[in-house]
């Protein structure tokens, strides 16, 4: 009996997830001072890599929408 109600619970969470419920809708990522040379970064066309200078400053407090 414990097994099955244990099951329907994690069913139902399941599926409520797939509908995007109790999911974050925005989220902050706060990176360090630090500088990375030569960091590969993916061209947005998709066409290939670059190297280049990435200072991590320069994205605190950059918030994404997900939905």
């Known amino acids: 009996?414990?097994?099955?109600?244990?099951?329907?619970?994690?069913?139902?969470?399941?599926?409520?997830?797939?509908?995007?419920?109790?999911?974050?809708?925005?989220?902050?990522?706060?990176?360090?001072?630090?500088?990375?040379?030569d960091a590969y970064v993916r061209k947005p066309d998709g066409s290939g890599y670059d190297k280049r200078l990435l200072v991590y400053s320069h994205f605190n407090g950059k918030c994404h929408d997900i939905t």
């Open 1 to 37: 009996m414990n097994g099955i109600i244990m099951l329907v619970g994690l069913t139902i969470l399941t599926v409520e997830q797939d509908k995007g419920n109790f999911r974050c809708r925005t989220f902050s990522i706060y990176f360090s001072d630090e500088v990375w040379e």
